[in-house]
């Protein structure tokens, strides 16, 4: 079983931050790349973090210097620290685990919305 579960989404003004959980089970995160995505209705998904089994970052342009994932190997768990959002940060986020032996992102989760509007 292998399952992701995001939470923390949210409604907040442009300029606010949010906290992104993905909790991990059925697997050991620490030996995987894991990825947040963001998808809006008929825009391709987007990834824009991602972060290596031995800790190496990754950032999509426009999340630069504005967000930041991290895990937390005891947890088991992902985070995505959102700061200054913007409106075009709207989407539904999902995390993403790399399944190297098929090279594709799985074992996705439901997703959590998050809305930015003033």
């Known amino acids: 079983q292998l399952q992701l579960a995001e939470s923390g989404g949210g409604l907040v003004q442009p300029g606010g931050s949010l906290r992104l959980s993905c909790a991990a089970s059925?697997?050991?995160?620490?030996?995987?790349?894991m990825g947040w995505f963001r998808q809006v209705p008929g825009k391709q998904r987007e990834l824009v973090a991602s972060i290596s089994s031995g800790g190496i970052t990754n950032y999509a342009d426009s999340v630069k210097g504005r967000f930041t994932i991290s895990r937390d190997n005891a947890k088991n768990t992902v985070y995505l620290q959102m700061n200054n959002l913007k409106p075009e940060d709207t989407a539904v986020y999902y995390c993403a685990g790399y399944i190297a032996t098929m090279s594709i992102w799985g074992s996705w989760g439901q997703g959590t919305q998050v809305t930015v509007s003033s």
């Open positions: 059925g697997f050991t995160l620490n030996y995987y790349n």
